[in-house]
């Protein structure tokens, strides 16, 4: 029988350890050549830097970018203090639960598809809470809970998804499957009441839906591109058009964090 999913994998990454130095070199490597996906990274680091740019300017404080793996925020914004819990690929080898800065010192943590992987996020957001200054951010994006998503990230994409679990926290081995691709949704909307009871100082300002039809066209960093330059306008296109429905497909949110 036919087996969609092992065609449609991204013949660079067969053989590479999964969460290993060169699947994240590897990683990077994809996101660069595919002009689609990297306008989608494009898209993301330029949200989660103007959360950055909306702390008053006259608070001073380091931005850190928590898993940075195979990203390229560093390029476009030299400041940032990349890190990760996967040694050398990130200034700081870092776990989230357990912050090395002072109280105050930080102005902005952006988190790109790592959220679901910090295995006590109560935990993290405590440090945060602690680590960010007056009108900090605390800028995420990770996979949203849509219709589609939910069945996407259940049944065809090999991290979990588990918008049943009872706790914020899991067991890991820091391996990338130790994860809960639900986490986002169960801490921000099924458990709100439970944040704001926990962080009345953590405020949510934005849960905003990101374009999702040309991402999967894409193939993302561990699955084929199926989008020949020439289309990659049309794609777009295709995003904007789409917009309306956003709720209901996008694999992806982005949500910004103020500490008041």
């Not at 060169?22 to 990297?38: A, C, D, N, T, V």
């Not at 598809?113 to 200054?133: G, M, S, T, W, Y």
């Not at 199926?226 to 306008?233: C, N, Q």
Request: hydrophobic share 40%; charged share 25%.
């Amino acid at each position: 029988m036919l087996d969609i999913r092992n065609l449609l994998k991204e013949k660079r990454l067969a053989g590479i350890d999964n969460g290993s130095p060169e699947w994240f070199k590897i990683q990077k490597e994809i996101i660069l050549s595919r002009p689609l996906l990297r306008h989608h990274y494009d898209l993301w680091y330029s949200k989660m830097l103007s959360d950055e740019k909306s702390v008053p300017l006259n608070q001073n404080g380091k931005i850190l970018e928590i898993g940075s793996g195979g990203g390229y925020l560093k390029d476009i914004r030299p400041d940032v203090i990349t890190s990760d819990v996967v040694p050398g690929i990130a200034d700081l080898l870092l776990d989230a639960r357990s912050l090395p800065f002072p109280d105050n010192s930080l102005r902005a943590i952006i988190i790109i598809n790592a959220f679901h992987h910090i295995p006590d996020v109560e935990q993290f957001l405590k440090e945060a809470r602690r680590c960010l200054i007056s009108r900090g951010v605390l800028s995420i994006i990770d996979p949203a809970a849509t219709m589609l998503a939910r069945i996407f990230f259940t049944y065809f994409h090999p991290e979990p998804y588990r918008p049943d679990a009872k706790l914020w926290a899991f067991d890991s081995d820091h391996h990338m499957q130790s994860s809960n691709q639900a986490l986002t949704w169960i801490v921000f909307r099924r458990d709100k009441e439970k944040f704001k009871t926990l962080f009345p100082n953590l405020n949510i300002e934005c849960c905003e839906y990101l374009p999702w039809l040309s991402y999967m066209a894409t193939g993302g960093v561990t699955r084929r591109n199926l989008v020949p330059r020439f289309a990659v306008p049309l794609m777009r296109a295709l995003d904007v058009i789409s917009q309306p429905i956003n709720g209901l497909f996008a694999l992806e949110w982005h949500i910004r964090i103020r500490k008041t």
